[in-house]
Each structure stands twice: as C-alpha cells, then as structure tokens.
C-alpha cells in the first residue's frame, strides 16, 4: 500500500469536517462584523452630537444670543453631520446669567436587531454678559477736570 493510500484511509473519518466548522463560526464571525460595524455607528453618532452640542452652547452663550438660537442651531448641525444618525433626537438649551447648558441625546441606528445604543452628551459654558467698566478715580478727576477748564 502505497503512502497516499493509507493517509486517505486514516482521514476518512475528517470527511465533512470543514463544513461543520463553516456552519458553526459562520455565524458567529458574521456577528462580530455586526457588532464592528454597529459600535462604528455609534461612534459617528456620538461624535456628530459632541460638536452639535459645542456649537449650539457657543451660539446660545455670546452676549444677546437665545434659547431658541442654540437648539435652532443645534438642530441644523445635526441635520448637517448626522444625517440619518441620530434617531429620537431631543434638545435641551438653558441659559442662566452664569452658564449655558445644551444637552442632546438620541439613539444610533440598529444594525444588531435588539441593540439599541443611546448617545447623549451636555456641553457648558458661562454666559456671555455685558459689564460697563468702571474708570479708576484718578482718570475721573481728571475727566472732570477738563470738563470744567
């Protein structure tokens, strides 16, 4: 018996073994790309609400700007990067005399049925505020000084 021979009779009973392992990792290789592809999403989500967030806040804080100016704007940016990628978008600008507040949260798409993943930020800075400066005493004696001579 010849070489070949005897290594094809002691594999014979591999016949089929590579379709079994095919059938079992297929699957599970197919959902780690899923998941790849889905955390991927997510991330683009989550980077086009931060900079919807930061320029919403920098729109709302400047001296007179408004509530309605900064979700207005934040709308329009996320319109703009985000596209189809933020679902159940909802956001919220306060401003006080101190700070600005923006908050947007939503939720990516679902390429992994029954994952869904929710991104959400909130940005700050203090409000913008106009405040008269006040002359030191000795520039205004001396403002009211020439105002007499």
Avoid: C
């Amino acid at each position: 018996m010849t070489t070949v021979r005897r290594t094809r009779r002691r594999l014979g009973g591999d016949r089929g073994s590579v379709t079994t392992e095919v059938v079992l990792y297929a699957p599970l290789l197919m959902l780690l790309v899923l998941l790849g592809v889905q955390f991927a999403t997510w991330g683009l989500a989550h980077l086009a609400v931060q900079h919807a967030a930061n320029h919403a806040v920098q729109t709302t804080r400047v001296y007179q700007g408004t509530t309605t100016a900064g979700q207005a704007d934040a709308n329009t940016v996320l319109t703009q990067l985000a596209g189809s990628l933020v679902n159940d978008r909802q956001v919220s600008v306060t401003r006080t005399q101190e700070r600005t507040t923006v908050r947007i949260s939503g939720t990516a798409p679902r390429v992994v049925p029954f994952l869904r993943l929710r991104v959400a930020t909130t940005a700050a800075a203090p409000t913008e505020r106009f405040r008269p400066q006040a002359m030191p005493r000795q520039e205004q004696t001396e403002t009211a000084k020439e105002g007499r001579a």
